[in-house]
T-cell receptor
Framework: GDSVTQMEGPVTLSEEAFLTINCTYTATGYPSLFWYVQYPGEGLQLLLKATKADDKGSNKGFEATYRKETTSFHLEKGSVQVSDSAVYFCALPSGGYNKLIFGAGTRLAVHP | EAQVTQNPRYLITVTGKKLTVTCSQNMNHEYMSWYRQDPGLGLRQIYYSMNVEVTDKGDVPEGYKVSRKEKRNFPLILESPSPNQTSLYFC??????????????FGPGTRLTVL
């Protein structure tokens, strides 16, 4: 069945460091891919998405490129801030509109 | 403001005492879901609803019930909670069309502890 694998955290970085969080997936066909972010004490928010191969999603300085040849959707940011500290989830839709398959989540902690 | 609301945000209860977690959305979305979030497992879908009076099981439905009598509301019911249902619960809704298919909007979460 469909699945998402994320790199394990936590990831601890200093402010202005470069961030990569790896995500690979297994799916039938070429589904849309998503990154969600969960700030402390809050629900999940959509961070960015890509709907087809080679698409690049971007938002708030984060980017991810849909690579069908490597079935990957790695999240990157060139210079992280303390305010980026959160849990990041890679996800893909399964079964139509009603379900997202999530990775286990990667906790990011950014220190000044 | 478009939002999904859940109540209560925090709940501590005892084994066997029935409880309901409410969820409401104001975006006129057809689709609503409940997820639970557990460390190392990400979010797993419990139940979903495609519209009023249409519900179906997700990946981990055991021990839960839902109902969808109105489009905006989708309560989660635990008839006889057990400690293994201690978790963080999220309600989500999504609509269709306009390029936003499959984008789900999440509530703030309900942290449930069953003693």
């Amino acid at each position: 069945g469909d699945s998402v694998t994320q790199m394990e955290g936590p990831v601890t970085l200093s402010e202005e460091a470069f961030l990569t969080i790896n995500c690979t997936y297994t799916a039938t066909g070429y589904p849309s891919l998503f990154w969600y972010v969960q700030y402390p004490g809050e629900g999940l928010q959509l961070l960015l998405k890509a709907t087809k191969a080679d698409d690049k999603g971007s938002n708030k300085g984060f980017e991810a490129t849909y690579r069908k040849e490597t079935t990957s959707f790695h999240l990157e940011k060139g210079s992280v801030q303390v305010s980026d500290s959160a849990v990041y989830f890679c996800a893909l839709p399964s079964g139509g509109y009603n379900k997202l398959i999530f990775g286990a989540g990667t906790r990011l902690a950014v220190h000044p | 403001e478009a939002q999904v609301t859940q109540n209560p945000r925090y709940l501590i209860t005892v084994t066997g005492k029935k409880l309901t977690v409410t969820c409401s959305q104001n975006m006129n979305h057809e689709y609503m879901s409940w997820y639970r979030q557990d460390p190392g497992l990400g979010l797993r879908q419990i139940y979903y609803s495609m519209n009023v009076e249409v519900t179906d099981k997700g990946d981990v439905p055991e021990g839960y019930k839902v109902s969808r009598k109105e489009k905006r509301n989708f309560p989660l019911i635990l008839e006889s909670p057990s400690p293994n249902q201690t978790s963080l619960y999220f309600c989500a809704s999504s609509g269709g069309g306009g390029g936003r298919i499959n984008e789900q909007f999440f509530g703030p979460g309900t942290r449930l502890t069953v003693l």
